[in-house]
C-alpha cells in the first residue's frame, strides 16, 4: 500500500503560514489562473470566500488531514470549501498539500523546493528546510520541476489555503 501511494503521488507542496521576501527565480508561477479559477485577485477572493461561506458545518475535532477535490472551482470549488472549513476553527503551523500528476510521469514522490507558489491572492511560501528534509530521507523523494510547472492539482488548493490562513489570522512560530 505505501509502495503504492509513492508511486502514484505528484507532489508535496509545504506551505509555511507566513509570508517573506521570496526570490522570483524560485517562484512556480500559475499554470491555471483564469481558466480552473478566477485570475483576478478580488474575484478569487470572493469566489473562495463565497464557498467558505456556503461550507459544510465544521466537526469540533481538530483535522489531521483534509481531502479535497482539484477541479475547476466552478465543478468541485463547493466541496473544497466543504473540506476546508473543517480546518478553519484550528491553528496550523505548517499546510502539506499532496496532488497527483496528470501531464508529467512521475516514479516517486516529487517535492516542491523552491520558495513559493504564486497566486492572484499573493505568494505562498514553502517551507524550504521541511522539503529538504524530506527529500534528504529517502531515495523516492526528490523535486522533478517539470511536474510541478503545468500541474493544475496543487495550484487550485493553494488559494483556499491562503484564504484559510489569512481566516485564521494564522503565522508561523
Known sequence: ??????????????????????????????????????????????????????????????????????AGY?????????????????RYDLVVLLGAPHAVPVNGVSIYSGTGYRTPLGVAEIDQQTAKELIDSDPRFFFNPEAHQKEHSLEVQVPFAKCFSRMRNLSRP
Open 1 to 70: 500500500m505505501t509502495q503504492r501511494i509513492v508511486s502514484y503521488a505528484l507532489a508535496i507542496m509545504l506551505l509555511g503560514m507566513a509570508g517573506s521576501n521570496l526570490s522570483a527565480e524560485t517562484i512556480r508561477e500559475p499554470a491555471v489562473a483564469g481558466r480552473f479559477y478566477p485570475k483576478d485577485a478580488q474575484k478569487l477572493k470572493n469566489a473562495v470566500m463565497l464557498f467558505m461561506g456556503e461550507a459544510a458545518n465544521t466537526v469540533h475535532q481538530k483535522p489531521v488531514a483534509l481531502v479535497a477535490p482539484h
Open 74 to 90: 466552478v465543478y468541485s470549488g463547493q466541496i473544497a470549501a466543504d473540506a476546508y472549513r473543517q480546518a478553519a476553527a484550528h
